[in-house]
């Protein structure tokens, strides 16, 4: 069964930094597209960021460039969002995803619909 598991997230004081990671089970991220999204109360779900197969390319939403870094590590079948400076409209549920690719693919998409798999979410607020 595939599935994707993401521990982490809580709660965190604007100006501070977390890491969620995100671990792949059932089968291997190599051959994966990897995206986070978030959702916040009475909001659509948007992309935040995403790295392709290959790790050589990554998108990130306008909202969170030059403070949050997506990274992966295939060999613990992981993929990672750092997120710094963090402030209160960052409050959200957080979904790692992934969609199969070829391996070295440069693909990478922030739209959510591209994406077959989904974590099942964790909760990330911040506040004083």
């Known amino acids: 069964q595939l599935q994707l598991v993401e521990p982490g997230g809580g709660l965190v004081q604007p100006g501070g930094s977390l890491r969620l990671s995100c671990a792949a089970s059932?089968?291997?991220?190599?051959?994966?597209?990897l995206g986070w999204f978030r959702q916040a109360p009475g909001k659509a779900r948007e992309g935040v960021s995403c790295?392709?197969?290959?790790?050589?390319?990554?998108n990130y939403a306008d909202s969170v460039k030059g403070r949050f870094t997506i990274s992966r590590d295939n060999a613990k079948n992981t993929v990672y969002l750092q997120m710094n400076s963090l402030k209160p409209e960052d409050t959200a549920v957080y979904y790692c995803?992934?969609?199969?690719?070829?391996?070295?693919?440069?693909?990478?998409?922030?739209?959510?619909?591209?994406?077959?798999?989904w974590g099942q979410g964790t909760q990330v607020t911040v506040s004083s």
């Open positions: 995803a992934a969609v199969e690719r070829m391996y070295g693919s440069r693909w990478y998409s922030l739209r959510s619909g591209e994406y077959d798999y």
């Open positions: 059932g089968f291997t991220l190599d051959y994966y597209t």
């Open positions: 790295i392709s197969s290959s790790g050589g390319s990554t």
